[in-house]
């Protein structure tokens, strides 16, 4: 495929390198990732690319493989996996999961409940030291950080109603549950987070 004519994400492009220079760092002593709800694969490439000792696992809903599929088929080293399909709110998730795991701007977009199966999931499947980043807004104390992300949240509340920002306390309590400890919450360009948490 022409690759311009790719599936394309204005808002992976602005973000990807600055979520690549937390994740190097983060990732350096890892050796594979299961990458949840990978879009377009734009960070999926972008980040297999740059960080060649890890092998990228995509994945998405079933319906949605057919957005993420073109970009990885396009990418010509040899560390990012076909993708997957992967509905979070499956029992058990049909991947098995790896070191590590990444997700972009999907917590917010997934009904809570898939958010709670999500961590569920990743209690019974998830080793010991198994590292979990998450990028998105989150909101802090009920509170919205800008008024650009209340302005995305009304949005968001209009095109899906089981759409909406998550509280960063709602979510570090599902992923304690699951057995995670929070390691670093890292604030982004554009009022997002990347949050760290390592499976103890
Ligand atoms: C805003 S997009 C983010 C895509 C990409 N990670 C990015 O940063 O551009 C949200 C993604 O969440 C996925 N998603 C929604 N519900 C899901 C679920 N239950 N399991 C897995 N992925 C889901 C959607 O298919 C969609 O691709």
Avoid at 88 to 93: F, M
Avoid at 118 to 132: P, S
Avoid at 139 to 155: E, V
Wanted: hydrophobic share 45%; proline share 8%; aromatic share 10%.
């Amino acid at each position: 495929m022409n690759p311009d004519a790719l599936p394309f994400s204005q808002s992976c492009e602005n973000n990807k390198d600055f979520i690549l220079e937390v994740l190097c760092q983060a990732f350096a002593d890892r050796r594979a990732v299961l990458e949840i709800a990978s879009g377009t694969g734009q960070h999926a490439c972008h980040f297999a690319a740059n960080m060649p000792w890890l092998q990228w696992q995509p994945t998405e809903l079933p319906g949605n493989l057919p957005v993420l599929q073109p970009r990885c088929a396009a990418y010509t080293g040899n560390n990012l996996l076909p993708p997957l399909a992967l509905d979070v709110r499956a029992d058990p998730w049909p991947v098995a999961v790896p070191d590590a795991l990444f997700s972009a701007n999907s917590l917010h977009i997934m009904s809570f409940p898939a958010v709670e199966q999500c961590f569920a999931a990743l209690a019974r499947q998830a080793g010991a030291d198994t590292l979990l980043a998450i990028y998105g807004p989150f909101n802090y104390g009920g509170q919205y950080t800008s008024p650009s992300n209340a302005r995305f949240d009304q949005w968001l509340a209009q095109q899906h109603p089981q759409s909406a920002i998550r509280d960063f306390d709602a979510v570090n309590t599902l992923a304690g549950r699951a057995g995670f400890s929070l390691q670093a919450d890292h604030e982004m360009p554009a009022n997002n987070r990347l949050l760290l948490w390592r499976k103890v």
